[in-house]
């Protein structure tokens, strides 16, 4: 990686050309054929996007056509949904590879476990397929720079599940902290908290109804070192380190790509994190509880970030930007306030954040821009996918190594220091 590819200028300039290459191409269709879309990866999540692709597709000529799972139980439940919603058939691929391979498959939703997301994001922009690519982006940092410099390459348009960003108040909030209500930011915490005993964990019975012949286990590995098969690490991958931090994979990249969004920050220069299992001892490997701090910005405009979450205590959740004249508080209340400043041009009262008109609903934005190839008004666009899984990365290294991570944007590379 090279030219600090989180530039979203640059990031627009370089997809311009291989853009309009793609919309000459036969997967550039006008408003008036069918967007075909394929889903891989239906299990929970996948089904609940798959569906919210149904309900906004018929806004602009969007069908799912098809679908892709190893496990045959959810290959079969989700094309009974497709044929429920349409009165007809889907296409079904227990391979992605058969599916991308697919010309009449126009764009993919990608929905599976957390190691696959970089490698499936790569192949389907290569295949020229648009992509709506569940979150993380990536959490190996060289799958991750290999699946960015392909979307950059291709010109496809691509849209990450950070739904936040499609929330119309978080997009005033955005606003708001562009425009200096609070002034410079010097701070921010994200608090994420939940009562989940055994939070990820399947129970013994729905463990014990999985055979290995009812999935490709080679394929759920995906170039992972090779182990036996354990529908343990299948059906809760989410708590085993070398597929999935899971609190910061699953719930941090909403987290810290929120402070992303109203900060208008890439990437953390620095990280350190800690955790631990302090309650659900289970069969787990990754933490239950997690606290890290993020170091952002250059020399004289820096700020810190915290992001903590514990599965043991309920006490909510919270997004807190401190600035130089005031604070801003999301998630829980919606608000702008002096709370804090002792600056003499402090905000003098406090202030609900309303929502932002013309919002669109997440998929809709992203099937949108589809039709009108229009990377730039992409809510969560590939550097934004791109900028919360090194975050990400870092913190999961942090915490395993016990040291302070470093990322370096000109070479795309992660390292102590």
Known sequence: MSNNMLDRRRFLSSSAAALAAASSTPVARSANDTLRVGVIGPGGRG?????????????????????????KQRLDAAAKVVGESYGTEA????????????????A???????????KMLKAAVEAG?????????????????AAYEAVRRTGRIVQNGTQRRSYPR?????????????????????????????????????????????????????????????????????????????????WMTHGIDVVHMLTGEAYPVTVVAEGAILKWHDYRENPDT???????????????????????????????????????VVEDEWKISGDGSKNPNTLQETTEIPEK??????????????????????????????????????STDALWSGRR??????????SEG
């Not at 915490?189 to 013994?204: E, G, I, L, M, T």
């Open 290 to 328: 997690i606290q890290v701090v993020l170091k952002y910005g250059q020399p004289g405009k820096e700020f810190l970030a915290t992001y903590s979450t514990t599965l043991i205590n309920a006490s909510g959740r919270m997004t807190r930007v401190q600035g130089t004249k005031g604070t801003m």
């Open 170 to 250: 978080y997009r005033t909030a955005m606003d708001w902290v562009a425009e200096g209500r609070i002034g410079d930011v010097v701070k921010v915490d994200v608090v994420w908290n939940a009562y989940s005993p055994f939070r990820w964990a399947k129970k013994s019975e729905e463990l014990a109804s999985l055979k290995e012949s009812d999935v490709d286990w080679n394929a759920f590995l995906m170039g992972k070192p090779y182990r036996p098969f354990d529908p343990k690490i299948y059906r809760s991958f989410r708590l085993f380190r070398e597929f999935s931090s899971a609190i910061i994979d699953q």
């Open 357 to 394: 008109p013309g919002t669109k609903h997440h998929m809709a934005n992203w099937l949108d821009c589809i039709r009108r190839r229009a990377p730039q008004d992409l809510y969560a666009p590939p550097e934004a996918g791109y900028g919360h899984s090194v975050a990400c990365i870092m």
């Open 129 to 145: 397929k648009d992509v709506y690519c569940e979150k993380p982006m990536g959490n190996v940092i060289g799958e991750l720079n």
């Open 47 to 71: 089904t609940r996007v798959m569906k919210e692709c149904i309900e906004y597709g018929s806004q602009f000529n969007a069908r799912v056509t098809a679908v892709c799972d190893i496990w």
């Open 405 to 414: 991570m470093r990322f370096d944007p000109d070479t795309g590379e992660i």
């Open 108 to 118: 993919v939703i990608i929905a599976t476990p957390d190691h696959q997301h970089a």
């Open 91 to 106: 296409k079904t691929y227990p391979q992605h590879e058969d599916l991308l391979a697919d010309k009449d498959i126009d």
